[in-house]
């Protein structure tokens, strides 16, 4: 029997992503769907003129709280000859998610896989931050223990004055403000930080400023989703 096809599509990060015809075609021609939480994939599907109300669509749940368990058997679907999108609750899937494992079984049974082009707030970040883009590193979240945190940024710190890396990392939206204050606390004041908010969002501010700069303004982060990047 001839395997299905998996594919990555993006979601929108903001209320100004857009989302092209090819992948609102795409969606609507599938029905198996690895995602996040369902409410979020709903709501993509509404968003691509899903018709939820006539079909059906059949969700295979991947997260932080399940990311542990056996995968294999979501692929059930592309083994019978039905073709899977898996996605993310915002942006490309796959990075900073779960949703990577399923894409490594996938190459391990000789299922093909297609990515989709979209938003990601990491890549949007490094382009718009002035850093070197031919150098980077992204971290994901760096670590919550305040003495490890402070040794991590430590590290990052001669990596960018050796090499010249570029490096990026996120965290919670509500823990924004205290990674703000970490970071102003233990890099030097000459140390160049972008910080990417609500990109493609209504409220979107995408500013690159020194340390010294950013301890005089007054930034509130709390609920916004944010990239940090470091570099020079």
């Known amino acids: 029997m001839i395997?299905?096809?998996?594919?990555?599509?993006?979601?929108?990060?903001?209320?100004?992503?857009l989302i092209s015809s090819q992948t609102k075609e795409?969606?609507?021609?599938?029905?198996?769907?690895?995602?996040?939480?369902?409410?979020?994939?709903?709501?993509?599907?509404?968003?691509?003129?899903?018709?939820?109300?006539?079909?059906?669509?059949?969700?295979?749940?991947?997260n932080e709280h399940n990311a542990h368990m056996s995968i294999e058997e979501y692929l059930s679907p592309i083994n019978q000859g039905f073709n899977m999108v898996i996605m993310s609750d915002a942006g490309i899937p796959c990075v900073a998610d779960p949703g990577?494992?399923?894409?490594?079984?996938?190459?391990?049974?000789?299922?093909?896989?297609?990515?989709?082009?979209?938003?990601?707030?990491?890549?949007?970040?490094?382009?718009?931050?002035?850093?070197?883009?031919?150098?980077?590193?992204?971290?994901?979240?760096?670590?919550m223990d305040k003495q490890a945190r402070a040794a991590k940024l430590k590290n990052i710190e001669f990596d960018i004055f050796k090499n010249n890396t570029s490096h990026l990392f996120i965290e919670t939206p509500y823990r924004n403000n205290q990674l703000l204050a970490d970071l102003l606390l233990n890099l030097p004041s000459d140390r160049l930080l972008c910080i990417a908010i609500d990109i493609e969002g209504e409220h979107q501010m995408i500013k690159t400023l020194s340390i010294k700069t950013w301890k005089t303004m007054s930034v509130v982060l709390d609920k916004s989703p944010a990239v940090f990047v470091l570099g020079k």
């Open 26 to 62: 795409l969606v609507c021609k599938t029905r198996h769907f690895i995602v996040e939480t369902e409410k979020d994939a709903r709501r993509f599907l509404k968003l691509c003129g899903y018709d939820l109300k006539n079909h059906y669509p059949e969700f295979y749940l991947l």
């Open 3 to 17: 395997k299905g096809i998996l594919y990555l599509v993006p979601t929108p990060i903001g209320i100004n992503s």
């Open 100 to 143: 990577y494992q399923v894409v490594k079984l996938c190459h391990q049974k000789g299922v093909e896989v297609i990515p989709v082009s979209g938003s990601s707030s990491i890549f949007l970040a490094l382009m718009s931050s002035g850093f070197n883009g031919q150098n980077f590193s992204f971290h994901g979240y760096l670590p």
